[in-house]
C-alpha cells in the first residue's frame, strides 16, 4: 500500500511563495499520475494540479494557471508543487495523491483527471495559510 507524507506547508504574506513536497513510500508512485487537491473547512476537495507518470504533462486548475507548478522526481518518489504569488483564496490544506492507474504500462497514455475518485491513495494533508 502507497503512502504519502505532505510537507513544505506554512504561513506566508500574499504575493510570497511556497513549495509543498510529497514523498511517496511503500510500492513505488513513479508509474502513476500524481495530482494535488485542497481543501478548506466544510468544502470538498478540489483539483489544483496533476503530473502524469514521467513529468512530461501537466494540467492545473483555472485558479492557479501561471502561478502554480507540478513536478516529479521519480528516482526520490517524490512530487512537488511550487506555488508563487500566493493569494488568500489559496489558503487551504493541500493533499497530494496517486492516480489509480499504472498508466506508464501503457505508452503513449496521458489522462490527467482532475476529480477525486480518480485517485487512490491520499496523504494527510499540509497546511498553507496566506495572509492579506
Known amino acids: 500500500q502507497v503512502q504519502l507524507v505532505e510537507s513544505g506547508g506554512g504561513l506566508v504574506q500574499a504575493g510570497e511563495s511556497l513549495r509543498l513536497s510529497c514523498a511517496a513510500s511503500g510500492p513505488s508512485a513513479s508509474y502513476h499520475s500524481m495530482g494535488w487537491f485542497r481543501q478548506t473547512p466544510g468544502k470538498e476537495r478540489d483539483f489544483v494540479a496533476a503530473?502524469?507518470?514521467?513529468?512530461?504533462?501537466?494540467y492545473y486548475a483555472e485558479a492557479v494557471k501561471g502561478r502554480f507548478t507540478i513536478s516529479r522526481d521519480n528516482a526520490k518518489n517524490t512530487v512537488y508543487l511550487q506555488m508563487n504569488n500566493l493569494k488568500p483564496e489559496d489558503t487551504a490544506v493541500y493533499y497530494c495523491a496517486v492516480d489509480s492507474v499504472r498508466s506508464a504500462s501503457y505508452p503513449g497514455f496521458c489522462v490527467l483527471r482532475t476529480f477525486r475518485g480518480g485517485y487512490d491513495y491520499w496523504g494527510q494533508g499540509t497546511q498553507v495559510t496566506v495572509s492579506s
Open positions: 503530473i502524469n507518470w514521467n513529468g512530461g504533462r501537466t
